[in-house]
């Protein structure tokens, strides 16, 4: 089954890079989305179905935890994995990532072969919506 | 605590791995050095992210606009012939990636830190000037015939700098990407 992916980053650079890593993975994508924040992201959420999210922390008007927190306490998009890509190495961010329900966490500078590895599992796992 | 030496390798470490994972390239470090805060002429790609916390300061990265572009365009792999909104979130994202990475290097010595979204600045004979008093520590790395500055302020909070930006040239331009 093809999936449909969302991109979230204020980076368009970034986006751009993810959504080559995305494409080179092998998995079965049909759509990727993108947004440059977490309030952005929730619009396109609410206008596509989405069946995986990668995320950033840090950006401006809804950062990336605030945008988790979002989508697990809502029934509609809770089982949605949310793999969150940033900066952000230390132990308070990651462990508040963890706490809301992020599906896993990978640090920037990243590689290819990172993004596959995280995410392989995590769509074929993932409850169908 | 002496925090030169540890910010010297914490720069060069995550300069160093943000160039080989994302552009695939390895920069050769040059010369360390120490600076104060007093205005200097600028030509080229500045940008600036802050840090705060019980500790505050600023990173920052400066390149000419044909690096800037070298970055993008191996970044990303496309054509950047001239600086435009792509290269400037280009080295802005850069500046993100090391100064973020030692944002958390220092985190075990410093506690937690807070890191800005990146501004960055494409313009000719534009000034930058810190409005604290503490010292700026300057790497230089070599990409080919090319010379990047990654450079980091840190002080306890309170006597910590604020860059501002005075713009003497006739392109300066301010982005929040």
């Known amino acids: ?129 | 605590m002496n925090l030169q030496p540890i910010l010297v390798e914490s720069l060069s470490q995550a300069t160093a791995q943000v160039f080989s994972t994302m552009l695939g390239v390895e920069v050769v470090r040059g010369e360390v050095t120490a600076e104060d805060g007093k205005q200097e002429a600028n030509d080229g790609v500045v940008s600036f992210i802050g840090l705060a916390g019980e500790w505050a300061g600023t990173g920052s990265v400066s390149c000419s606009p044909v690096l800037a572009c070298r970055i993008c365009a191996t970044m990303l792999m496309c054509e950047a012939p001239a600086v435009n909104e792509e290269v400037l979130d280009a080295v802005a994202e850069l500046t993100n990636m090391i100064i973020g990475s030692v944002k958390t290097d220092m985190e075990t010595h410093l506690g937690p830190l807070g890191l800005s979204i990146p501004t960055v600045v494409f313009g000719r004979n534009f000034k930058t000037k810190s409005a604290g008093s503490s010292e700026w520590i300057v790497v230089k790395f070599h990409w080919e015939d090319e010379t990047l500055q990654v450079r980091i302020c840190l002080a306890p909070s309170g006597r910590s700098p604020h860059v501002m930006l005075h713009s003497g040239g006739t392109q300066a331009c301010a982005l929040d990407v």
């Open chain 1, 1 to 129: 089954m093809e999936s449909d992916v969302l991109v979230v980053d204020d980076s368009a650079a970034i986006r751009k890079i993810l959504q080559r890593v995305l494409r080179q993975t092998g998995m079965a994508i049909r759509t990727i989305h993108e947004a440059g924040d977490g309030q952005e992201a929730l619009e396109v959420m609410n206008a596509h179905k989405v069946d995986l999210v990668l995320t950033d922390i840090n950006m401006p008007k809804m950062d990336g935890l605030q945008f988790l927190a979002s989508v697990k306490a809502s029934a509609h998009w809770r089982q949605v994995p949310v793999v969150m890509i940033t900066t952000e190495g230390g132990e308070t961010k990651v462990g508040e990532a963890v706490k809301l329900g992020a599906a896993g966490y990978v640090r920037k500078p990243f590689t290819a072969d990172q993004i596959k590895e995280k995410l392989a599992g995590i769509l074929e796992s993932a409850v169908p919506l």
